[in-house]
């Protein structure tokens, strides 16, 4: 039990810790003033700290497993421990516990999500790009390279399998989604008339890099602990599907570096362990 304790205290800190972040961060960013990469974003992230707090939660499950503590009685305890996410907005630690595979470092994001209350507005979001995958692999590959488009096809279905599991366990409902709204910023083309088509390609590249490099990021929150090797199988077919696409930048002569992810993201099956 003390061990559970001094656990859950450090976890309470560090969640309190979070809280003027997330605050500040959604104040500043959510005019969309935060695109990716830039310093707002940097600033106001909070992926390195939800890293900490995924672990410790996790680490608690296995304190209560092991030691065979009675759920009800760690739920009373957990229930009493308040976070003021917000001005008009708390949570208590049980909800976080519950939630905190799904606690959004994007600051924007809204407090709901960033806390972990949207999991099956997530769950949805990664639904549909994984299907936006599935058809981007089938234009842009079927014809060309169609053994690579079925092996990644057959990657993605299987991907897609899980977060079917993953909604169902969840009970979540489709009804009941309240989509998050976010700003984002918008660059015209000088020359939209000569420059469209080849600046959609490689806008769809980008968003497809994003997409990829978001799933990467969903895979290991969600399957490190429980599934490793999953999550290793699975981020190997990611960072494969990113080779693809750089290739693609490429060959479509789009402006710039490819837009590859950050090497804390592309490592992060070797970087962890199990």
């Not at 997530?122 to 053994?147: F, G, L, Q, V, W």
């Not at 990644?152 to 991907?159: E, I, L, V």
């Not at 789009?254 to 490592?267: E, H, Q, V």
Request: charged share 30%.
């Amino acid at each position: 039990m003390e061990q559970f304790t001094k656990g859950m205290e450090t976890a309470a800190r560090l969640l309190r810790e979070r809280i003027p972040i997330v605050i500040e961060g959604y104040r500043y960013c959510e005019n969309g003033d935060c695109p990716e990469g830039s310093e707002a974003f940097e600033t106001y992230n909070t992926y390195g700290r939800d890293e900490m707090i995924v672990s410790l939660m996790n680490h608690l499950a296995r304190i209560m497993e092991s030691n065979r503590l009675d759920p009800k009685t760690m739920k009373e305890r957990m229930e009493a421990v308040s976070i003021k996410a917000s001005g008009n907005r708390s949570v208590t630690f049980h909800q976080v516990f519950q939630n905190h595979l799904w606690l959004s470092h994007d600051p924007r994001d809204s407090i709901e999500a960033r806390w972990g209350l949207k999991k099956c507005e997530m769950i949805h979001d990664e639904i549909r790009i994984t299907n936006d995958s599935i058809a981007y692999i089938s234009r842009a590959y079927r014809k060309k390279d169609p053994k690579y488009a079925n092996f990644s096809t057959r990657q993605q279905q299987h991907y897609l399998r899980r977060l079917n599991e993953e909604w169902n366990q969840a009970e979540c409902r489709t009804a009941a989604l309240k989509p998050e709204k976010r700003t984002r910023i918008s660059v015209s083309l000088k020359d939209p008339g000569k420059a469209r088509a080849g600046a959609r390609r490689c806008e769809m590249i980008r968003a497809e890099v994003r997409a990829t490099k978001d799933s990467i990021v969903f895979i290991e929150k969600t399957y490190r602990k429980k599934d490793p090797e999953y999550a290793d199988f699975s981020i190997r077919q990611q960072e494969h599907q990113f080779g693809a696409l750089n290739e693609e930048w490429t060959l479509s002569g789009c402006a710039g570096p490819p837009p590859a992810p950050k090497k804390r993201l592309a490592s992060l099956s070797t970087d962890q362990n199990p």
